[in-house]
């Protein structure tokens, strides 16, 4: 069996999986069929069953199957979650809409002074007041998502963590009655960071998709930035266009 890759050399887990996973897309492994044993993939790669068994999981966590105990592997279905971009919805709307198994945990919300750095990201004059709240959301069972807000403190005095993981946009339209208008809106896909790392769980993808948003009031203040940054393997962001006709 040969393996050919350019750059960096993969390790020998790493090459199992992606075998195997390029089997799965291809269909030589079907959905609801059990993938050889342990011991028979180790004897296909010439391995140790440990080395297979980190290439199970990788496929495990990538959602291609599903570890069945006491019975093999299970290739599952696997979908891209579609992500709508040009609507400006909150994440639990999406995720109720979408019927998604998601969880959000709360990593951090600091009140920050914007120095040039920030406003530069962000959008917000210098010296400014913001509240800074990290998330972490689990789609899933996998960390696959990461969001960054910017809330300016004039608009938002106070947050707790409760809101922040239940939903800050009901706070602010049904608590501060905000009156959120529209989004302008980045879509990049950028390397990996050291963050991104630590929260999200990656495998061995080197890049994600980061989606920034500025997003203004009714009265055409901004009032927030967000910086959401996607698993690849995870998302299909989606739109709806119509052609203008005089």
Known sequence: MLFIRQGKKMKKYELIYKDLENKINKGDYAIEEYLPTEAELAQTYQVSRDTVRKALKLLNKAGLIRKMQGIGSKVIKHEHINFPVSELTSYKEVTENLKIDSQTNVIA????????KVSQLT?????????RITRQRIVEGLASVLDIDYLLKDFVPEISREVAKTSIYAYLENQLHLEIAYAQKEITIDQITDRDKILLDLDSENHVVSVKSKVYLSNQQQ??????????????FVDFARRQHD
């Open 109 to 116: 919300i600091d009140k920050l002074i914007v120095d040039a």
């Open 223 to 236: 009032f927030q930035f967000t910086e959401s940054r996607h698993k690849l393997e995870k998302f299909r």
């Open 123 to 131: 959008g917000f004059p210098i010296q400014s007041l913001v509240w």
